[in-house]
């Protein structure tokens, strides 16, 4: 078993394809991800699909929040989200309001790192309460050539973040895992490569394996 974590991104339109392809996938991932996509086409609707279909599934709505922290926190853990996520320039006072409504819900809050992003903020989230740091890659770069990512990986070494976790997102697919051998990441979000794939629990299981075989490799360096 992969000490890496495999999540779904379900970026799909409606529901009913988030539903169908979480199933296909489900004995071989480990986190449901409700995609921004899916919560703008559908809202919390699909929130509450997910958490009825999967009891017992970590589930993020990935709501990206950049105002009203505590208030949008709130609707997405009374759907039955176990995480919701932030945009890391809405600054700290956002951040509090969602780890407050974390807090009364039980749930946890994910930071995505923006442009920008300084240590110092990162260890502020942290200390904080902030559960999963989120490095999102552009689609702009083949993951060969994408050596931005590496260096906020590697950046995000250096930071003492205690039992924070570290999400890597952003377009990957299956052969990409190989091109961040000294990635330093926990969990790594999957949309399309599995959500399009004819045969979606075959995809993810495809991945889960890349994961392995990079684990065992002299380079690989997974936190866990």
Same mark, same amino acid.
Not at 1 to 7: F, T
Not at 93 to 102: D, N, P
Not at 120 to 125: A, I, M, P, T
Not at 177 to 187: I, K, M, T
């Given at each position: 078993? &992969?000490? #890496?974590? *495999?999540?779904l ?8 394809? !988030? +539903? /169908?392809? =979480? ?58 989200? &176990?995480? #919701?996520? *932030?945009?890391?320039e ?7 309001? !969602? +780890? /407050?409504? =974390? ?29 999963h ?32 976790? *570290? ?10 895992? !190989? ?45 866990m």
């Open positions: 078993m &992969s000490a #890496v974590q *495999v999540q991104a379900l970026d799909t339109r409606t529901t009913a394809e !988030a +539903l /169908a392809a =979480a199933t296909a996938a489900a004995d071989a991932i480990d986190v449901i991800e409700a995609g921004t996509v899916l919560c703008l086409s559908e809202g919390f609707h699909a929130v509450r699909a997910l958490r009825a279909e999967f009891p017992d599934a970590p589930i993020v709505a990935d709501i990206r929040i950049a105002r009203a922290g505590r208030k949008f926190a709130d609707l997405a853990f009374s759907a039955g989200a &176990s995480r #919701v996520t *932030v945009v890391g809405s600054g700290m006072t956002v951040i509090s309001g !969602a +780890l /407050a409504s =974390a807090q009364s819900h039980g749930g946890e809050v994910e930071v995505e790192l923006g442009e920008n992003w300084t240590e110092d903020e990162v260890r502020k989230w942290v200390d904080s309460g902030v559960s740091i989120i490095a999102h890659r552009s689609g702009s770069f083949r993951a060969e050539d994408d050596d931005e990512i590496r260096t906020t990986l590697e950046r995000l070494e250096s930071v003492d973040r205690g039992t924070a976790r *570290v999400t890597l997102a952003g377009g990957l697919g299956l052969g990409d895992l !190989a091109y961040f051998p000294r990635g330093n990441f926990d969990v790594v979000a999957i949309g399309s490569t599995i959500v399009k794939a004819d045969d979606p629990r075959a995809a993810a299981q495809s991945l889960r394996t890349e994961l392995q075989q990079a684990e065992r490799s002299s380079q690989w360096q997974p936190t």
